[in-house]
């Protein structure tokens, strides 16, 4: 595809982002590295798998008191991850 006129690298990535469909896939990442960051590394080595989905970050953990601590903190969880992405991407956390 050839233009007439130049454009910046960030139009160019997010072009390639847009026709690649790429970006659910990138906020799942994002998502997944900022919930890493905020637990620590006690919490993320008692967690199983983490992924997104329609807005729920589902959180597998192997330890019930880790899952019942976290309970008690999913509301604060949830809006520190929006804050650190920049929009809303999380509506809900389930741990299981």
Do not use: F, P
Not at 30 to 44: D, R
Not at 50 to 74: A, C, F, P
């Amino acid at each position: 595809m050839r233009r007439n006129k130049t454009i910046t690298l960030g139009e160019a990535l997010d072009d390639l982002v847009k026709e690649y469909r790429l970006g659910a896939g990138l906020r799942e990442a994002g998502v997944i590295n900022i919930w890493e960051s905020l637990a620590g590394k006690v919490i993320t080595t008692r967690t199983k798998r983490v992924y997104l989905k329609d807005g729920v970050l589902h959180i597998w953990l192997t330890s019930s008191v880790v899952r019942n601590e976290l309970m008690m903190l999913r509301h604060a969880l949830k809006t520190q991850i929006n804050s650190r992405a920049g929009e809303e991407v999380v509506s809900e956390i389930a741990l299981h």
